[in-house]
Every structure is written in structure tokens, then in C-alpha cells.
């Protein structure tokens, strides 16, 4: 089989970890099953049962992967998140260092307040609603973000915006006082867990939220934070669609902002998307407009990272403009009712 016909990107994680039990050998992958749940095992060795042929190149590749989140993890644990960003930096550089980083981060994540993530949103929310607003948010900045935009909506008018607010605001927490509370939780709910997670909420993961949540809670919440910290709403709007969301709109809201971009703009924005966004621009672009694009992107080069995240968020922004102006519609989770 040719080093073309498998690309590691296209391997799903279980094929990956399928891969590396492979290439530890029969030895160390004995001692590596004895810590893994049954149905880990099962579907571990149905992966392997299932491999063909993948050429050393590949091979070699997702090696390089697990090492490097081997190493991401390390560093993060020992060291926290600037330490680890730091020596992942240098050792992978910037690009591979902060993915390797990033996915660190989310699988620690996850591990904490497991059981929470598996509940019913209408559980947890009777378990929350009488919990201070800090409370509310460092839990629900572990539930799913579907749970948390669901119990947010539900929150009393005057919770919803603190609530949001704590959530963006947050970064790391203690692990006595997610112990402390842990043990409450574990009470309510009679279940055992444990806590190995220092980074939580933030930014990022409020828009996650927000981008789940009805429209007429974001615009409550929205209204409501611009009058007590017009910057944080801001930044968390900007996060809400990314440049690479395009993909989600439809034919007609792709038209009506491709209208309002800059060519040169746009030229410089796709020097950097990825061809999923590319195939779709282009697809919706008139025979004229494409053709300049495609002209003007010929003409570019060493186009600085800065200029083409610059040049997205100027798309971005014609497309959260259109979108308030009720001409485009974004992707809010399946929850917006459509009037046909």
C-alpha cells in the first residue's frame, strides 16, 4: 500500500491508539490492557483486529503524536499552563506546541466532575439553582457545554449574566475547593468521583455556551454584560463564530456577506483556510468575484499569520453585522425555530 493511500489525519483516535498498542509490541501492550476497563479492551481489539497495512510513514507519525501529548501533559501537570506553553513552544514549536497543548488541556478537562456530564441538564439544574453564582459557574464550566447553555437559560434573570460573566472570568481553580464541592455534589448525586483539574471556564469555552443558548437569552445576557463590561462581551462574541464556521451557513447567508466583503480582504483571509472553507467560498462566489480572488491570491506571498487573522476577523465581522441586522442566520445549535 502506497504512504499516500492513509493519511494520519483521517485516522480516528481509536485507530491511533489501535496503531501505537501495535507498534509498543505483544509484551508491552499485555501490561497496558491490564489497566484499561473492559470495554475499553473490546474496542481497543476490535480496532487492532480491524488494521490494514499502514506504511512506516504513518506509522512513525502517530508515534510523533502520542509522544508529543505524552510530553504536553508532563509539563502541564508539573508545571501549569505558561510553563507548559513554554517548553512546548520550543521543543515542537508554536503551531504544534500550542495544538499539543490545547488538546491537553480539553482531555484533562473532562476528567473531572465526570458524572455530571452524564446527567440530565434538568438534574443538575435542580441541584444548582440555589447555589451561589461562583458555585453555579465553576460546575457548570464541566458540564457539557449543551447542559451548561441549557441550565442558563433557565437561570433566573438575575443569575444569567453573573453566571456568564464568573464563567469567561474563570482560569484556574483550586483543587481543595473543587474537593469541597465534589463532595457536596457527590451527596446529591451518590456517585464517586475524583479531581485532577486545575484549568477551567474561560473565554473560549463560554462562547462554546453561548453558541448552544436562544437567541433571546443571548440578547438578554448580551444587553445585560455590555452595561457592566462592555470588553468581556466583546471578546466573547468574538469567539462565538470563528472564520472556519463558515462551513455551517447556508448557500443564501454565504451570498448575502460574500457581497459585502473586500476581494482583498478575502484573498488574504483564504491564504489561510482550510479547504473545507475554501470549496465552499468558492462554490457560492459569482464566476467574476472568484476569478479576482483567485488572481489576487496568485500575487500573494509570505503572508504574515497576523494579516490573515486579521483579514478573517474582518469577514467575521461582516458576518456578525449582517447577522444582528437579521439578514444572515448562524447555526445556534438546532434550537432557532425557522418560519418557512
Same mark, same amino acid.
Given at each position: 500500500m502506497p504512504d499516500t493511500a492513509i493519511? &494520519?489525519?483521517? !485516522?480516528t483516535p481509536r485507530q491511533k491508539a489501535a496503531q501505537m498498542v501495535v507498534a509498543l509490541g505483544a509484551d508491552v501492550a499485555s501490561s497496558l490492557?491490564?489497566?484499561?476497563?473492559?470495554?475499553? &479492551?473490546?474496542? !481497543?481489539?476490535?480496532?487492532?483486529?480491524r488494521m490494514s497495512a499502514v506504511p512506516p510513514a504513518v506509522a512513525d507519525q502517530v508515534i510523533d503524536e502520542f509522544y508529543g501529548l505524552c510530553v504536553a501533559q508532563k509539563v502541564y501537570i508539573e508545571g501549569g499552563v505558561t510553563y507548559a506553553k513554554n517548553v512546548l513552544e520550543k521543543a515542537f514549536g508554536v503551531q504544534q506546541g500550542n495544538a499539543l497543548l490545547e488538546r491537553v488541556t480539553k482531555t484533562l478537562r473532562t476528567k473531572a466532575f465526570e458524572f455530571i456530564r452524564k446527567a440530565d441538564y434538568k438534574n443538575l439544574m435542580n441541584m444548582i439553582v440555589n447555589e451561589h453564582p461562583q458555585t453555579i459557574a465553576l460546575i457548570l464550566s464541566y458540564a457539557r457545554s449543551d447542559q451548561a447553555s441549557a441550565v442558563i437559560a433557565e437561570l433566573p434573570k438575575s443569575f444569567r449574566v453573573e453566571v456568564v460573566e464568573r464563567i469567561a472570568r474563570m482560569d484556574r481553580t483550586s483543587p481543595e475547593i473543587i474537593r469541597q464541592i465534589e463532595t457536596i455534589l457527590e451527596r446529591k448525586f451518590e456517585s464517586v468521583v475524583s479531581v485532577d483539574l486545575l484549568e477551567i471556564g474561560g473565554i473560549n469555552y463560554i462562547a462554546e455556551v453561548m453558541n448552544n443558548i436562544d437567541r433571546g437569552t443571548e440578547k438578554y445576557i448580551f444587553d445585560e454584560l455590555n452595561k457592566t463590561d462592555a470588553k468581556l462581551s466583546e471578546e466573547i462574541r468574538k469567539r462565538m463564530f470563528v472564520f472556519e464556521d463558515i462551513v455551517i451557513l447556508d448557500s443564501m447567508s454565504i451570498q448575502r456577506f460574500l457581497q459585502e466583503v473586500d476581494t482583498k480582504d478575502m484573498s488574504i483571509a483564504l491564504k489561510g483556510a482550510n479547504k473545507g472553507v475554501m470549496d465552499v467560498i468558492f462554490e457560492n462566489m459569482s464566476q467574476r468575484m472568484g476569478d479576482t480572488v483567485k488572481s489576487e491570491m496568485e500575487f500573494l506571498h509570505n503572508v504574515r499569520v497576523r494579516d490573515v487573522e486579521e483579514a478573517q476577523q474582518k469577514v467575521v465581522s461582516v458576518i456578525r453585522r449582517l447577522e444582528e441586522e437579521g439578514e444572515i442566520v448562524t447555526s445556534k445549535g438546532g434550537k432557532d425555530e425557522i418560519i418557512v
Open positions: 493519511d &494520519i489525519n483521517n !485516522l490492557y491490564k489497566h484499561l476497563e473492559e470495554d475499553e &479492551i473490546e474496542l !481497543l481489539t476490535y480496532e487492532i483486529t
